[in-house]
Antibody, heavy 128, light 108 residues
Framework: QVQLRESGPGLVKPSQTLSLTCAVFGGSIRSDDYFWNWIRQPAGKALEWIGR???????KYNPSFKSRVTMSLDTSKNQFSLKLISVTAADTAVYYC????????????????????WGLGALVTVSS | SYVLTQPPSVSVAPGNTAVMTCGGD??????VHWYQHKPGQAPVVVIFYDTDRPSGISERFSGSKSGNTATLTISRVEGADEAAYYC???????????FGGGTKLTVL
């Protein structure tokens, strides 16, 4: 059974860069039939999709974050990462790494649009 | 718009049926998925593609969609079902992902 675990600093200063890593256990991030996502939830607010990594390393970001976010794969460590630059207090949230399944269509897999499993989440607070 | 609206809370007595709604103007053009989230645990998908139930999820959980509303129904509610439930929409052509604000289910 695949498990995901987030790690990274819990406190980041305003204007600096938030960096998180997601370790994947029990499955390979190189599998063609899965995609790797980051989702966050500020306290008292709705969940918000940040972006997706394809097995090739290609990315798709939520336009709300596009200018500030970078996601990447590290196949040697079977993990993927999130970097969010120029953070403010509004970026304070629980950040989840999440796997997304794939649908086989026209000879290849495409994202299925739903998420399972999720990591436990990592609380990141932006404060000086 | 891609806004999904959920009632903040639903309360139900054990053994009864809990009905949680998720409304959105263009929900008919999206696939809807539901997640259960208990404190200190990772969210878990309980319904995907509007009505499908993952293996390992109780048959007491069911999903439906009609018009501008998707619905998660939990029959014969148990104390262990107490959690927050989030709907999520996905519009495949635009690859747009949106979540509802969540409904806190309280088992009386």
């Amino acid at each position: 059974q695949v498990q995901l675990r987030e790690s990274g600093p819990g406190l980041v200063k305003p204007s600096q860069t938030l960096s998180l890593t997601c370790a994947v256990f029990g499955g390979s991030i190189r599998s063609d039939d899965y995609f790797w996502n980051w989702i966050r939830q500020p306290a008292g607010k709705a969940l918000e999709w940040i972006g997706r990594l394809y097995p090739s390393g290609t990315t798709k970001y939520n336009p709300s974050f596009k200018s500030r976010v970078t996601m990447s794969l590290d196949t040697s460590k079977n993990q993927f990462s999130l970097k969010l630059i120029s953070v403010t207090a509004a970026d304070t949230a629980v950040y989840y790494c999440v796997r997304e399944g794939g649908l086989f269509r026209s000879g290849s897999y495409s994202p299925a649009g739903w998420f399972d499993p999720w990591g436990l989440g990592a609380l990141v607070t932006v404060s000086s | 718009s891609y806004v999904l609206t959920q009632p903040p809370s639903v309360s139900v007595a054990p053994g009864n049926t809990a009905v949680m709604t998720c409304g959105g103007d263009n929900i008919g053009g999206q696939t809807v998925h539901w997640y259960q989230h208990k404190p200190g645990q990772a969210p878990v998908v309980v319904i995907f593609y509007d009505t499908d139930r993952p293996s390992g999820i109780s048959e007491r959980f069911s999903g439906s969609k009609s018009g501008n509303t998707a619905t998660l129904t939990i029959s014969r509610v148990e104390g262990a079902d107490e959690a927050a439930y989030y709907c999520q929409g996905w519009e495949s052509r635009s690859d747009h992902v949106v979540f509802g604000g969540g409904t806190k289910l309280t088992v009386l």
